[in-house]
């Protein structure tokens, strides 16, 4: 294609006024696209006015149609014209936004960015790329490896990718990032096949071995610093199962030349010149290594460095690599030992020479060191190296003769020698290599990636030229066949009628070099010829009819030697001035055998023995052979070709194009001539015309209504998609250049242009049918507001003149007002005035006559104050000095006796008889302490007497009580009625004194005195009596006093007793149903009762118990008359035993009288007290066996005792062990929610506290438990609500064990054991750290806490109650519930995500919907029903408990909710409701939607990242639609159970709103990175930006300068970023802690009353949960 070629047909009936075009303007020697636009058209000829302004006229075929796009695009072959401007223009601006990657079709262009770019590379973006279709995200590398690999593992089939590029492309870059791939997706075998030396994977061995074929195979070229002189092809091999399993790497084509022969300014092989400036001097020495100059082979170009690379550090880098892969130092210091042999045979320069007047030629011998040094290096002996350079060697039947040769002959010999050694050298790197790394030769399959050189052109193309454009003439040959198979393809994919599209093909130029009597055949036949000359080559060239008559060769005018050949990139001419010498690679039989007898084994295995020849020349007969076999470099090129072609029409290919964007290596620069070139080099523009050889434009039907919906405006409502672009193709194109296939619409080149001709039309002529209708509009607008302004001016005037003459009567009424509050105000001025001058003065002089009288109070009060402390200052300094001389005169008196004593204590210590004394006294003191020890046992012993005593003491004490009271009153009875007896005996004798003062009136005056004496005996005697009535009540009030104090004191008795005997009341109910079984084994005959009289008088003797307070309420009747049967069986229960203590008689009495909760709780206990006291070494608390066994025969109850008692352990164990598994079959069912409250949980830890299971040493309840838990879970774990159920539950269990139970202390534990074993006899309303052996402790289930509680709390519990001290199992089942927690939470999550997940793809892209911008669907009301059903969008009523209820009715109608997001939002109602209908805590609801929409947020914004159809504006504005549903169903839900979650969509928030702004070019840097878009970082904002493309306003990005900050901030946070990736990671941590449990948790309804199962409801060894757990805890406490 041409630069003035384009798909469209010439004429001007495809351009318009305002046609977008390209025009070619040339500048000198070079041109370029420019855009412009058609401003007028004139006939044939068309003016174009170019961006500049400049206009020009030219011809309608020159000027291709520009793509209507503003953005580049993805995939070229969607572009509407596919011409050469639009491709290079395209490339262009992704290049610019830091797209380097571009489809065209299913080839990948790579444009090589010279700048790191690690955001886009890396494991997070092979996650993204894996699995998916190609074209589904942007263009990648790894889309191309990804699509290699799953290609390989579908269909069995070895794959290849096809990397070329010229030099500096990046092909060896982008070949690591394949393999990088391929090894993630392949993984490694496992055992040794799949590593190699060392344990390095395979991609890592390969990668290691890139230095050291780059320093032996790389060199510097015009273009390029780092060429790759030589093909690689990797093979990386798969097994079955599709893992790695080896690798190899084939090497094509070494430029064997350059290594005599380099032009300037061209380097040789980058080894050479490392070992000549890197070689330490001992290598120096060894090797006789001189500078590079110095050596011919480096000399013949002035390049000896490369700037930025220092020789020396590349050679430590080659060592390292070579002994990284695997090559011994040995063998490495041979390489280096070949090298320096190649350069020294370089300088061995030959002279002329006489030899029996023949040509001969000798070593020059200034260069003698160089022959002595090559032969040397190689092992070989000099002599007969210089006579294998100069002489040949030619086999007769006669023997061997040998001629010298001339120099020219000897130098060509020289350099054949040279080339083969080296050449053979890289081949055994290479195998070397191989080896190292491993292959695998049952490979199932293999994907090659093959990085070769690209197509050269230069000024002046040399031999090297030529081959290297024949491998790519090869290569494009498979190319074209390869693009032509997948357009027919898709062609047959679709359905469409094709006929053979004609292509153009190059096998002509193959058949130009490759064929008989071809270039290269006629070259070989020169070589062969010794004399021969280019110029003979070149006239064989231009005479022979299979090579002139080609249409691909010509001969150039001013050149005789020269040839040119059009290959498909482009015409190249070749000069044939080194040709021949080049191609000439002469096998001399003397270099093989002198090298193959070599000193040194390394030269021996590059020069092995040919068998061949050897049975040749023993069984040759007569004729001459020559020394010299002849082997052209051209034919074993063409070979080598030949073998990589059929290695590649074996598998199926992938192409890369790797494109240098300009020859400078800059970052951001892109030369367009440059980047053409290599477009046409590489082929990209060749498969544009094998595209546009056929339907060059093919749009999907969306895409096609989409772009031309306003050609069918008037078309029928039911017609289809497929129906409704058919229309159009037949109004504008009728039936010509057009095919429908199934899903897309083929265009032939040009009817795209007629199309957006005939759009364009009739867009032109609705615009102008729109400003119509708005002039006319505008006018009539302002005809009515002019006629309004008039008539409201007119209302303004008369309405100012009314108001202007109402406003000066206003005011001559003001005025007059005015004045006379003015007046008034005059007046009251003057009089206030005058008032207030007279209280100032008034004021002042008071003022003045206090101040005097306070500044005579405060002097006084000075000078008072002035005497007091002088007094006491002189006071105190006299105390001071007094005191002072007294403590010194002390301190002198107290160091002279201190000094007096030390000096006798000194005298006594001389003294030896001193340490007798002391030793005598340490002893006394000895025997004292043992006696205060001796005295504190024996006082310890008598407290524990007086305790004995004092219980006994207590019940005299009651008694005494209760006579004292009995005596108060009988006393305060006695005393009341002596007082009443004295006053009636008072009033008698009165009234008898009355009467005899009555009878004898006329005795009175003789008998006076004796009545005044009798008067006053009877008032003291009244006196004597009130005073004794006074005493007596002051005694009574004294005896009230002391019995409310000692009443009192047995309250508070009476009230520890009743709540210690409310505990025991849990347990005794516990054991009715287990007494009732044994009273039934005591009557039939199977428990001897004789134990139960002996264990209750034990019980009694030893004082354990005291009986409770009688009356107590809840006592059950027929309970007691059944324990009193049962006690009266037992025989020996009445009468007293021999030997018994009265206390034992008084027990038994007492115990069936007592009520039955006492009977009950007191019966275990003296059981167990009678046999510790029958035999006290029978048991200890803990029932072991301790103690000599007796060696006496047991007595008959003794044997029954035992056996009762072992009984009694059995039951209680079979017992638990029942309650234990109606415990599991209960919580293995649904137990449900009471009051908000799991009941399983609840009941699982009372059932733990009543059983003291937390206490246990050892128990299998705990394991039993998780384990039922546990196979729920699995059964179940894809049912979120039987999730849901598990999680509430778990950690309510979780949340109770961690506010009531913690480890238990190892001091007060152990103390607690020693005190049960020790005082087992102490009673039950003893102290409260007490504890005695249960009748229901055994093995297991350890007691050690006060019996008859739930469990013994010691602080720090809900309700401020004490925790239980728990052992290890119980620790253990509270880590296995956390575990369970971290378990149950992610799987109900990932459910979840699971369901959200295929919708959350059709989430971020918005549906295409055709028609006329809602004026027309082109599906029909059928069709889009039936589409929201297949996208499970079908309405379901919903839930009035939940938010967003009503949410599926209005999805799917018109304008509604997309029904993804519709279903999305019903997903999380549906578990939004099961989690509350579950009760799970709120926090961790909470946590989960934050999580859930974390994940909604990571994916979405990794989509927008990646698909660039994502990041349009309507896109925006459609994700931006259910966003916001997103918040409305948030607010909903509430914060209470949603909490935050809505900042965890931060991310695609703001990105959404990034691209639904307008005007995004006029926003600053700060403005987005602060206040749009605070989340994102800067590689996200970039990315978005340059992804950005407007399909509704055609609007612009941000503006280049602010994308020039962002890539400036991009640099400049590079080196600090821990992670280059743009994308988001989601966080699947668990994002709650214990921490979190015990604080988030309401505890408020869980401690009250406990629902009882259904299935626990009628047990009685279950009734302990119908107890209120607070109640519980509480009596515990």
């Known amino acids: 294609m041409g630069k003035g070629s384009s798909s469209e047909p010439e004429g001007s009936a495809l351009h318009t006024v305002g046609s977008r075009v390209w025009l070619w303007r040339q500048d000198g020697g070079s041109g370029d696209w420019l855009r412009g636009e058609v401003v007028a058209m004139a006939g044939p000829r068309l003016r174009v006015r170019l961006e500049d302004g400049d206009e020009r006229e030219c011809a309608a075929s020159d000027i291709p149609l520009q793509n209507s796009s503003a953005a580049g695009v993805e995939d070229m072959t969607t572009m509407s014209y596919l011409n050469e401007p639009s491709v290079l223009w395209n490339l262009k601006v992704r290049y610019q936004t830091d797209d380097i990657y571009t489809y065209t079709g ?124 030589f093909g690689k092809f990797t093979e990386i091999q798969f097994n079955a199962a599709g893992r790695i399993s080896g690798a190899a790497i084939r090497t094509y084509l070494l430029e064997r030349s350059r290594v005599v022969n380099i032009n300037d300014p061209e380097r040789n092989y980058h080894v050479f010149y490392q070992l000549c400036d890197g070689a330490s001097e001992a290598e120096c020495a060894t090797l006789r290594l001189k500078p590079a100059k110095q050596f011919r082979y480096l000399s013949q170009s002035g390049c000896f460095d490369l700037k930025g690379v220092s020789n020396a550090e590349e050679y430590r880098r080659t060592r390292r690599s070579m002994s990284v892969v695997g090559i011994p130092e040995a063998e490495q210091d041979a390489v280096f030992r070949t090298v320096a042999a190649v350069l020294h045979l370089g300088n061995v320069a030959f002279v002329e020479a006489a030899a029996d007047g023949a040509d001969a030629s000798a070593v020059d011998p200034a260069t003698e060191e160089h022959l002595a040094a090559a032969a040397h290096l190689l092992g070989v002996d000099a002599e007969g190296l210089r006579k294998a350079l100069t002489t040949r060697t030619r086999q007769t039947p006669d023997g061997a003769i040998v001629s010298p040769i001339d120099v020219k002959a000897a130098e060509d010999n020289r350099d054949s020698l040279s080339k083969t050694t080296y050449s053979r050298m890289f081949d055994w790197l290479v195998e070397k290599i191989n080896t190292s790394i491993g292959q695998d030769t049952n490979a199932t399959s293999l994907i090659g990636v093959l990085d070769i050189y690209g197509f050269e052109q230069f000024q002046e193309n040399d031999f090297e030229q030529f081959c290297i454009n024949l491998a790519n003439e090869k290569l494009q040959q498979h190319f074209n066949q390869h ?24 096998q002509d130029v193959l058949d130009l070099i490759e064929a008989r009597m071809g270039i290269l055949d006629l070259l070989d036949e020169s070589c062969r010829f010794p004399k021969a000359t280019h110029e003979d080559y070149a006239n064989k060239l231009y005479g022979a009819p299979s090579v002139a008559d080609s249409k691909r060769f010509s001969k150039p005018k001013l050149s005789r030697t020269d040839f040119t050949i059009d290959h498909y990139a482009g015409a190249v001419t070749y000069k044939t001035d080194n040709f021949l010498t080049k191609n000439r690679d002469f096998v001399v039989a003397e270099h ?90 590489g082929g990209v523009l060749e498969a544009v015309r094998i595209s546009c050889a056929g339907y060059p434009t093919k749009m999907p039907f969306l895409d096609f209504i989409d772009h031309f919906w306003m050609l069918g405006l008037d078309s029928p409502q039911q017609l289809d998609d497929a129906g409704f672009v058919r229309l159009i193709l037949r109004r504008v194109l009728c039936e010509e250049g057009w095919q429908l296939g199934k899903s897309k619409v083929f265009l032939r080149a040009g009817k795209m242009a007629e199309l957006d001709k005939r759009k364009t039309e009739v867009q032109h002529a609705a615009a102008s049918a729109i400003q119509r209708n708005v002039r006319g509009y505008l006018a009539r607008k302002h005809y009515a507001a002019s006629r309004a302004a008039v008539i409201t001016m007119q209302a303004a005037a008369r309405g100012m003149a009314a108001r202007s003459l109402a406003r000066s009567l206003r005011r001559q009424k003001a005025a007059t007002l005015i004045q006379a509050f003015v007046r008034r105000w005059q007046a009251r001025q003057r009089f206030v005035a005058a008032v207030r001058a007279a209280v100032v003065v008034q004021a002042a002089y008071r003022g003045w006559r206090a101040r005097l009288h306070t500044r005579d109070v405060k002097q006084h009060r000075a000078a008072l104050v002035i005497q007091s402390q002088w007094r006491r200052h002189r006071a105190q300094s006299s105390y001071l000095r007094y005191r002072s001389g007294v403590v010194v005169a002390q301190s002198l008196w107290r160091s002279k006796c201190a000094r007096r004593e030390l000096r006798r204590r000194r005298t006594e210590a001389r003294e030896a008889g001193k340490l007798m004394q002391d030793k005598q006294a340490l002893e006394v003191k000895l025997r004292e302490v043992q006696n205060v020890l001796e005295a504190v046992q024996n006082q310890r012993n008598d407290l524990r007497q007086q305790y004995r005593e004092e219980k006994s003491q207590r019940e005299v004490a009651e008694a005494r009580a209760t006579e004292l009271q009995r005596a108060m009153e009988t006393q305060v009875a006695q005393a009341a009625a002596v007082g009443a007896a004295a006053a009636a005996a008072e009033v008698a004798k009165r009234q008898a ?172 206990a003296c059981l167990s007290a009678a046999i510790r006291t029958l035999n006290p070494h029978l048991h200890t608390p803990a029932g072991r066996v301790e103690g000599p066994p007796s060696t006496e025969p047991l007595s008959e109850m003794d044997r029954r005792q035992r056996e009762l008692y072992a009984k009694q352990q059995q039951l209680l164990r079979e017992q638990r062990t029942a309650d234990q598994e109606k415990l599991l079959a209960a919580i293995g069912e649904n137990l449900g929610f009471q009051g908000g409250r799991p009941v399983a949980a609840v009941v699982v830890f009372r059932c733990c506290l009543q059983w003291k299971t937390f206490q246990a040493d050892r128990t299998p309840l705990f394991d039993r438990i998780i384990a039922t838990m546990g196979s729920q879970v699995e059964v179940h774990q894809e049912n979120n609500a039987y999730l849901s159920y598990w999680l509430s539950n778990t950690v309510t269990l979780l949340y109770l064990m961690q506010k009531n139970v913690k480890p238990a202390s190892g001091g007060g534990y152990a103390a607690r054991i020693k005190a049960s074993s020790q005082q087992v006899t102490r009673g039950l309303f003893a102290s409260s750290k007490g504890s005695f052996t249960s009748f229901f402790t055994r093995t297991g289930y350890g007691g050690g806490s006060p019996a008859g509680g739930e469990a013994s709390i010691h602080g720090g519990a809900m309700g401020g109650f004490r925790q239980v001290e728990a052992k290890y199992p119980a620790l253990l089942f509270k880590q296995q519930l956390d575990a369970f927690v971290q378990k149950i939470f ?80 019903r997903v999380f109602d549906t578990l939004l409701a099961t989690l509350r209908e579950n009760h799970v805590p709120p926090f961790l609801v909470q946590k989960l939607f934050e999580q859930l929409l974390s994940f909604v947020n990571v994916q979405l914004f990794n989509q927008l990242l990646l698909r660039r159809e994502c990041c349009s504006f309507s896109n925006g504005e459609y994700v931006k639609a259910g966003l916001s549903e997103v918040e409305q169903w948030i607010s909903s839900a509430g914060e209470e159970w949603v909490g935050d979650s809505w900042n965890a969509l931060a991310h695609i928030r703001q990105a959404v709103t990034f691209l639904v702004i307008h005007q995004k070019h006029r926003k600053s840097f700060r403005e987005i990175t602060e206040d749009l878009c605070s989340s994102l970082s800067v590689q996200q904002l970039y990315r978005i930006s340059t992804m950005y493309w407007d399909d509704r306003y055609n609007t612009e990005t941000v503006s280049p300068e602010v994308l020039q ?73």
Not at 496 to 506: G, K, P, Q, T
Not at 1040 to 1062: F, G, P, S
Not at 1404 to 1413: M, V, W
Request: aromatic share 6%.
């Open 1605 to 1677: 900050q962002m890539k400036s901030a991009m640099q400049e946070s590079s080196n600090s970023a821990a992670s280059h990736s743009f994308l988001l990671d989601d966080d699947s941590a668990i994002p709650f802690t214990h921490a979190d449990v015990e604080r988030m948790v309401d505890d408020k309804d869980l401690l009250g009353e406990t629902p009882v199962p259904k299935q626990l409801k009628d047990q009685p060894s279950f009734s302990f949960l119908h107890k209120k757990l607070e109640m519980a805890l509480q009596a515990a406490a």
């Open 1386 to 1465: 992610p799987m109900l999550r990932d459910n979840v995500k699971k369901e959200i997940t295929p919708q959350l793809a059709a989430c971020i892209h918005a549906p295409r919907q055709a028609g006329a911008r809602g004026a027309r669907r082109t599906t029909s009301g059928a069709a889009s029903a039936a589409a929201v059903a297949a996208a499970g969008g079908e309405v379901q009523p919903g839930t009035p408990s939940t938010p967003g209820g009503t949410r599926g009715a209005a999805a799917g109608g018109d304008g509604g909710l997309s029904p993804h997001w519709s279903n999305i939002l």
């Open 483 to 506: 693009v032509f198979k997948m357009e027919q393809a898709e062609y047959e994919r679709e359905a469409i009628e094709w006929s053979y599209i004609e292509f153009v093909d190059n």
């Open 993 to 1164: 004194v009355e009467a005899e003062l009555a009878a004898a009136r006329q005795q009175v005056a003789a008998s006076a005195e004796s009545a005044a004496e009798a008067h006053r005996q009877l008032a003291a005697e009244a006196v004597e009596l009130q005073g004794k009535l006074t005493s007596l009540e002051r005694q009574k009030a004294e005896a009230e006093i002391k019995a409310q104090a000692e009443r009192q004191d047995l309250l508070n008795r009476l009230n520890n007793a009743v709540a210690q005997r409310n505990a025991a009341r849990e347990e005794a109910l516990m054991l009715e149903a287990k007494l009732k079984q044994m009273q039934d084994d005591v009557e039939a005959g199977r428990l001897l009762p004789a134990a139960g009289a002996a264990a209750v008088s034990a019980a009694a003797a030893a004082g354990m118990v005291t009986p409770p307070p009688g009356g107590t309420p809840g006592t059950d009747e027929g309970m007691m008359d059944r324990m009193r049967r049962f006690m009266q069986q037992i025989p020996g229960s009445s009468p007293v035993r021999e030997g018994a203590t009265p206390q034992a008689t008084s027990m038994g009495g007492f115990l069936p009288c007592c009520t039955l909760p006492t009977a009950l709780f007191l019966l275990p």
């Open 592 to 681: 093989q055998a002198l090298l193959g007898a070599s000193q040194h084994p390394f030269v021996c295995a590059l020069f092995p023995a040919d068998p061949d020849e050897g049975k040749a020349a023993a069984g040759g007969r007569g004729g001459t052979q020559s020394s010299y076999k002849f082997a052209s470099v051209g034919s074993r090129f063409k070979r080598q070709l030949g073998d990589l072609m059929e290695a590649l029409h074996r598998m199926e290919p992938h192409y890369i194009r790797c494109i240098k964007p300009n020859s400078f290596n800059r970052p951001m620069a892109f030369e367009n001539m440059n980047v053409l070139h290599q477009l046409r080099c």
């Open 106 to 229: 299913s080839i990948l262009i790579a444009v090589n960015p010279f700048a790191p770019m690690p955001h886009i590379y890396g494991l997070h973006m092979m996650e993204q790329y894996r699995g998916l279709n190609l074209g589904e995200l942007s263009p990648h590398v790894y889309a191309i490896a990804d699509e290699s690999y799953r290609q390989m593992r579908k269909e069995g089939k070895s794959q290849s990718i096809l990397v070329s590029g010229e030099s500096g492309a990046g092909k060896t870059e982008t070949s690591k990032l394949l393999m990088q791939y391929l090894a993630w997706m392949g993984g490694y075998k496992d055992g040794s096949a799949g590593r190699g030396a060392g344990g390095r994977s395979v991609e890592q061995q390969v990668l290691e071995s890139n230095p050291l074929l780059e320093a032996f195979g790389n060199a510097k070229t015009v273009r390029n610093d780092n060429s790759s002189r």
